[in-house]
């Protein structure tokens, strides 16, 4: 399944040329997820293999903005691993374009507050089953385990979230 993101707060998911991104949730607060439903399928977050590693991962980037290579290579093992993405909610970001909210578990929370703490300024990328939905530089420390996948076409949010809601 796939779909493209677009807002750029901590980890810039980029705001490359307009294109999207993911943020943390605003003001880090913990207030509910309208809509929020449990996550099932295959989602998981990948620090960017840039030294053209042996072991390393290539998967299709949905929809790459111009200038950017179709394809990605990833580390081997996740940074943020399935089962660690708790739940998922359809929104619409900052922009007015549909988006999802995601929130982690508690021990997913900490890993990506530490992995974003631990690696700024390298590329991370979000993968759903077997393609890269957003790929962007690590700006800062994400803490509070909530993210935003935003500027998504309103049917590639709707499939994404189908995808992610569906039992496996």
Known sequence: MKARTALATVLACAALLGAAGCARAPDGTVEPMSGAQPVRGDVAFYLVAEDDAADARTVPVLRPFPG????????????????????????????????????????????????????????????VGATAVSVATIQGEIP????????????????LHRELTAAK
């Open 68 to 127: 950017q290579q179709p394809r990605v290579a990833l580390k081997p093992l996740p940074a943020i691993a399935r089962g660690q993405v708790a739940q998922v909610a359809l929104s619409v970001d900052e922009n007015g374009q549909a988006s999802l909210d995601l929130r982690l578990n508690e021990e997913g929370a900490q890993r990506l507050a530490q992995v974003t703490r631990d690696n700024l300024g390298k590329r991370m990328a979000v993968v």
């Open 144 to 159: 509070g385990g909530r993210l935003r996948i935003g500027g998504l076409a309103p049917g590639d949010a709707q499939a």
